[in-house]
């Protein structure tokens, strides 16, 4: 009985599954941005193996905040809302975090599955980090693109 969530039948080229852990993704969130929350929470939808259609529903709602971004960033600066280019970074963080919760809903119940059955984490660290790099540098070409217009 000590031993209720080993599996009994072992198979040496079974898939496991493999994740971060989720609540760090709130880190990539808030210092990577909007693209980098969905690159990594997608690639750890499918890690754990959630189910198709909740990939689709995470990738609908990304892909609206990701939308919704940039449609402020343009609102902003074109001067149609009469809010400071200053608060931009803020709103873009709101979203990004915003994300970070929708991921957060998805994700926790199959990550807690994942960890009863003895599944291990792997680190974030390099993974966010270049995240966190390649994000900010496609927002910014596409804000700078925007602010342009």
Not at 14 to 39: K, P
Not at 62 to 91: H, M, N, P, R, W
Not at 110 to 117: E, G, I, M, R, T
Request: glycine fraction near 8%; aromatic fraction near 14%.
């Amino acid at each position: 009985m000590e031993h209720i969530y080993q599996p009994s039948i072992l198979n040496e080229n079974e898939d496991r599954t493999r994740s971060y852990v989720v609540n760090n993704l709130f880190f990539v969130a808030f210092f990577g941005g909007i693209i980098a929350i969905v690159v990594l929470g997608m690639q750890n939808a499918k890690r754990l193996k959630l189910e198709k259609k909740y990939i689709r529903i995470l990738s609908i709602l990304s892909g609206l905040l990701i939308t919704g971004k940039l449609i402020i960033v343009y609102v902003i600066g074109q001067g149609i809302l009469a809010i400071d280019e200053d608060y931009i970074k803020v709103f873009g963080r709101i979203i990004a975090v915003a994300g970070f919760f929708i991921f957060f809903a998805f994700l926790n119940k199959p990550y807690k599955d994942h960890l009863a059955v003895g599944g291990q984490t792997e680190s974030l660290w390099m993974p966010g980090f270049l995240a966190c790099i390649v994000s900010g540098f496609i927002e910014f070409i596409a804000m700078a693109y925007l602010l342009a217009l």
